[in-house]
């Protein structure tokens, strides 16, 4: 009996002596694989920041472009519009009045003889 179990045994025995080299070639991979995945995103973060900077960068001058247009409105409607009271459109003015009027809107529908001298707001 003793012949069968020494067999078993040291089958048993080479079993659990290459087990241990299996183990370290299975913590090698694991480590290899946590190394790839640090790399990636490690290079994924990089293409991120710069894509929020750029984010950072179009919105104000979105935000610039709108203040822009929102400045040109405002002469718009202050030159088309009179600047006292509840604002009239086209306030009335004498036919013999070629300045300014007292709400700052000069009432002409077109160009006459005077054009050159129109004053530029």
Avoid at 14 to 42: F, N, Q
Avoid at 61 to 67: A, N, S
Wanted: glycine share 8%; aromatic share 6%; charged share 15%.
């Amino acid at each position: 009996m003793s012949q069968l179990i020494s067999p078993v045994r040291r089958y048993a025995l080479r079993l659990w002596k290459g087990r241990s080299g299996s183990m370290l070639i299975l913590v090698i991979v694991i480590l290899v694989l946590l190394a790839l995945i640090g790399t990636a995103m490690i290079s994924t973060a990089r293409v991120d920041r710069s894509g929020v900077q750029q984010h950072a960068q179009n919105t104000q001058i979105d935000l610039l472009v709108e203040g822009v247009k929102n400045i040109a409105k405002a002469a718009i409607s202050a030159n088309v519009y009179g600047t006292t009271g509840t604002k009239p459109f086209r306030p009335p003015t004498s036919a013999a009045d070629t300045t300014y009027t007292a709400t700052g809107y000069h009432n002409w529908d077109s160009l006459g003889p005077n054009t050159a001298a129109v004053p530029l707001p």
